[in-house]
Structure formats: C-alpha cells, structure tokens
C-alpha cells in the first residue's frame, strides 16, 4: 500500500454517544484507498457503535464522517442515500432472510435500487455468489447451509452493488478456525481483485494479522482511540494496553 494513497474515509473529531453517556471521543483517523482496516478493542469499547456512525444508522454526537471528502452528516438525505448506495455491509448475523434462498437475497438490493431487467439481475446474482464459492448453492436457504456459507452469501449481497467500501462486523464471529482463516483469504482476494477498501470490526487476532494493513484501537477505559496504524508495528507498542491485546495468548 503506497503512502500517498487518497483517503477515502476520515473521521475527525468524532464522539459516540448514547444520550449523555459518552462511549469515545476525540476519535481521529483516514482509510485509505484499497485498505482493509480494522476497528479493534476489547469488549464495551464501541467497536461496533463507530461502524453504526460510519454506515449511517446512528449520527455521531459530535464530529465529522466524509468520503472522498463528502460530509455524510452535513449532506441532505438524498446525498446521504447516494453516499449509502456506495457501501457493501455485512452483519455479524450474516443477516439472510431465512425464507429466500440465497440468490433471492443476492438479488434484493439490486431489484430495489436498480432497473435491471430480471435476466441481468440473475446475471449479477450469479457471478456474486461465484465470486465467494458459492455458485452452486443459489436455490439454497440459509437454514440448508453452513455458518462459514452463511457469512459467505451475506458478503455476496454485501457486493450486489459493486460497492466502493466494504464494512464488516466480526465477520469471523461464530465460525471455527478453519472457516475463519477461509473467510480472511476471500477477504484479501476480494480487496486485492476488486481493488474494494474495507472496514472490519474484530478482535480475531489470527484475522486482525492476516488481513489488516492499518488500524484504530480503541480503548474502553479512556473512552478514546489510543493508538493507529498497521496491527504487526501496533504489537511493539509503547502503549501496554495495546500490546497486551495483541500479544494475549502468547507464552
């Protein structure tokens, strides 16, 4: 990754609250072009709020979120829907409905904000599921598939749009080790072949070290980021907190 690649997010100033209950503050930080950038922390520490604000579920009590220097918060709602058209999310849950199968699901963002004809709908939905190894498996359901399948097909609706940026919430979260490093390389191949930048929120070491580049840390205690930067410098960190949340697990 070059070093003058463009930022293609930044957060600066943001604080993330619920009513008066502050969860972070002071939060700083770019995403470059074709990152896979991790949001990282132990348990409580707003991981998963930030990816709310950054995705526009949940507005930041104080702060700015912009992309490719448009204001997400400062924009009217129509600029807001077009900015939103521009991410690929993907749910903890995976997020499937159950009473579809997988290619109808894949099909759902496309049939809503799209006008495509149903044979390049079908088209589109083919080429997505292929793209995650999951070609054969579009008359599924979700309850007829594996965990790790599961996350998979979510990630194909994730992609339906050909979206700009990527976000992820504990992509490995309930898949077994074998599954999760599987998931990590589609990660990379997606990034390194559609050129996506993408934002993941884990506390998966074997993840955080096999695919992130650049990083957040966010600490629960503090209530605010205490250090940045690519996770495999982040583990000789000054900062204790940070070295022990990387290093847990060594002898």
């Known amino acids: 990754m070059t070093v003058n690649a463009p930022s293609k997010i930044e957060v600066r100033d943001m604080t993330l609250a619920y009513g008066d209950f502050v969860i972070q503050r002071d939060l700083n930080f770019s995403v470059n072009q074709g990152d896979i950038f991790i949001v990282?922390?132990?348990?409580?520490c707003g991981k998963s709020t930030l990816l709310r604000n950054l995705i526009g579920l949940q507005r930041p009590a104080k702060g700015t979120v912009a992309y490719a220097g448009d204001d997400f918060w400062a924009a009217e709602p129509e600029q807001q829907d077009s900015l939103k058209r521009r991410f690929g999310v993907l749910f903890q849950s995976g997020?499937?409905?159950s009473s579809l199968t997988l290619a109808e699901n894949v099909a759902l963002p496309l049939?809503?904000?799209?006008?495509y004809d149903a044979r390049t709908i079908a088209e589109i939905v083919a080429l997505k599921l292929s793209l995650v190894g999951l070609g054969d498996f579009g008359d599924f359901y979700p309850a007829e598939i594996s965990g790790g399948m599961k996350k998979r097909a979510g990630l194909a609706r994730a992609m339906a749009l050909d979206p700009d940026i990527l976000f992820f919430d504990e992509p490995s979260?309930?898949?077994?080790p074998i599954s999760s490093r599987r998931l990590d390389e589609l990660i990379l191949e997606l990034r390194d072949s559609l050129g996506s930048t993408i934002v993941v929120v884990t506390h998966e070491l074997a993840s955080i070290f096999a695919i992130g580049n650049n990083a957040v840390f966010l600490d629960a205690e503090t209530r605010t980021m205490i250090a940045s930067g690519n996770p495999k410098d982040l583990v000789n960190s000054d900062i204790e907190k940070v070295r022990t949340f990387l290093r847990r697990g060594e002898p």
């Open 173 to 176: 979260a309930g898949l077994d």
């Open 95 to 97: 997020a499937l409905w």
């Open 111 to 115: 049939g809503e904000y799209t006008d």
């Open 40 to 44: 990282m922390g132990g348990s409580g």
